[in-house]
């Protein structure tokens, strides 16, 4: 069977509202990554989010013309309250669907010592003191070209300058970009948890690519995953890692995400546009957790929090 990509390119204020529309559509999840991404950046040079592709796939098949009328008049009703291009549709052979992204998936440099690359390329540029992260995502969210995938990294990278021997719990793993960094930069253990089977096995692939595949667990589930049968209380990490929409993190609060993290403990949260920061902070305050950070790129934010210790 072959696939129907759609993709189109817009802003960070429509990227949310778009990919939720192809959600609804798209085979395994959609993918959103920035436009024009260069491959080198430092800290002091992170470009703005200004325009970012959202993609999925959906099966050509009897259902197809169907699919993609309905994503057309969905759009359309988005672009009455809020300019919206025309989507761009593609047919992609089944053997190469899964292939279809890596043109547009490049080594970049992250942070100050992150040097992110895809699995089947071997860059000449790499230097001594890099953390190399070799990753092949295949369908999972986590190129690494995301803003909301390199504010998490840039968090990471400085909260475990100094801070060794951590237990990270990875919600919304993905590709495994963010756990599989932190033990890279010094984290004990990580914690990998998707609803998506397809995240969870692209998690343990690419841990052993990177040879951390001994100190990752990563398995399908959520929050609930996390609970004992009984009355006990959430097991607690030391650092939690939230990559997801903002609509998610705060339902999450409201289940007692904040229990997840140890007294003391801190938390990096991101997807979330500037619109939603000062709702997703409060349900962090509700859950126990305290704001202390915020780093933005473009129309996105990542908030940073701690467990206060009692």
């Known amino acids: 069977m072959d696939w129907i990509e759609v993709s189109l390119e817009v802003d960070g204020e429509a990227a949310e509202a778009v990919a939720d529309v192809l959600f609804r559509y798209g085979h395994q999840g959609v993918v959103i990554e920035q436009a024009g991404f260069p491959s080198e950046v430092w800290p002091d040079a992170i470009p703005p989010a200004d325009r970012l592709i959202v993609r999925a796939y959906f099966p050509d098949d009897d259902q197809a013309d169907d699919a993609r009328q309905k994503l057309r008049e969905a759009l359309w009703h988005m672009s009455r309250l809020y300019p919206i291009p025309e989507p761009a549709f593609r047919v992609v052979k089944d053997e190469d669907w899964a292939e279809a992204w890596k043109a547009h998936y490049h080594p970049l440099r992250l942070g100050h010592h992150l040097y992110i690359r895809p699995a089947w ?66 984290a004990a253990s990580v ?106 790129q473009g129309d996105w934010v990542a908030v940073e929090a701690r467990k206060v210790a009692r």
């Open 121 to 186: 390329t071997m860059p000449a540029d790499v230097r001594p003191d890099d953390i190399v992260l070799i990753m092949d995502p295949g369908m999972a969210f986590g190129t690494g070209t995301h803003p909301t995938t390199q504010l998490c990294l840039l968090a990471v990278e400085d909260l475990l300058a100094d801070w060794t021997g951590v237990s990270v719990l990875d919600l919304g793993c993905g590709s495994g970009i963010l756990g599989i960094a932190a033990l890279r930069l010094g």
């Open 191 to 296: 914690l990998a948890l998707d609803t998506d089977d397809l995240a969870v096995r692209a998690t343990l692939e690419n841990a052993n690519r990177n040879d951390v595949g001994d100190r990752i667990t990563a398995q399908q589930g959520s929050l609930d995953t996390l609970r004992p049968p009984s009355d006990q209380p959430l097991p607690q990490f030391d650092l939690l890692l939230v990559n997801i929409l903002a609509k998610v993190i705060i339902t999450l609060c409201d289940q007692g995400l904040g229990d997840a993290v140890r007294p003391g403990g801190k938390a990096v949260f991101s997807g979330i546009i500037h619109e939603q920061i000062d709702d997703v902070e409060a349900a962090l305050r509700q859950t126990g957790l305290e704001p202390y950070h915020r780093r933005t």
